[in-house]
């Protein structure tokens, strides 16, 4: 099973319509994040979190909100989509040291959704 | 942040050896030198990183320049699963931008058999 696991893997929605990404993962870290990918560029941080009551924005996180339910799940909804959300989205997580710069962070496999 | 400056693509034959370039003339002195690639169809993962010395894994080398303002990847034999988008990434080990990573575009490279 994958260490990092997000669903739906590909999801076509109307636009206006609420959608919800889902992100579990099995590594046990604390620290969670959402990026989305546009063709042919490299990936964007929406929002992360790095405990359970932590949230932060990330870059771009206008249009979108996030949940982190429990330790191991971090949830990105889109409250109305539009379609320049069009996008592949990851969920990546990470372990914290004392020095946050040393840990490698592990990705999902994304989730393709498209907004018509 | 401090940024990266990545070539667009690269192109490498099978079994030879592949030196992936990456300028960071503004890293900090905290800042550690990631490197992830993303195969197509997959999310990014994590190839080596270093803070000043040079570093090997089986994966790859990481060469960092003295004054750390520019690294090297190096895959020793390319194969042709190692053909992806090769992301060279600062992420800060305090500051506002704890623990995250920043992508650039990242460089694009070909294998060829």
């Known amino acids: 099973d994958a260490d990092v696991t997000q669903t739906p893997r590909n999801r076509i929605t109307k636009t206006g319509k609420r959608i919800m990404l889902e992100c579990s993962q099995t590594?046990?870290?604390?620290?969670m994040y959402w990026y989305r990918q546009d063709p042919g560029l490299g990936l964007r941080l929406i929002y992360y979190s790095f405990d359970v009551k932590d949230i932060n924005k990330g870059e771009i996180s206008d249009g979108y909100s996030v949940s982190r339910q429990a330790q191991a799940k971090f949830s990105l909804s889109l409250e109305s989509a539009i379609p320049n959300q069009t996008a592949l989205y990851f969920c990546?997580?990470?372990?914290?040291?004392?020095?946050?710069?040393?840990?490698?962070?592990?990705f999902g496999q994304g989730t393709r959704l498209t907004v018509v | 942040d401090a940024k990266t400056t990545q070539p667009n693509s690269m192109e490498s034959n099978e079994e030879e050896p592949v030196h992936l370039p990456c300028n960071h003339s503004t890293i900090s002195g905290t800042d550690y030198i990631h490197w992830y690639r993303q195969l197509p169809s997959q999310g990014p993962e994590y190839v080596i990183h270093?803070?000043?010395s040079n570093v090997n894994n089986r994966m790859a080398s990481l060469a960092i320049a003295e004054d750390r303002k520019s690294s090297t990847l190096i895959l020793h034999r390319a194969t042709l699963r190692d053909a992806a988008v090769y992301y060279c990434i600062l992420r800060a080990k305090g500051g506002t931008s704890y623990g995250k990573l920043t992508f650039g575009q990242g460089t694009i490279l070909t294998v060829h058999p």
């Open positions: 990546a997580t990470s372990a914290p040291t004392e020095g946050g710069g040393r840990t490698e962070a592990f």
């Open positions: 590594k046990g870290h604390d620290r």
């Open positions: 270093g803070l000043t």
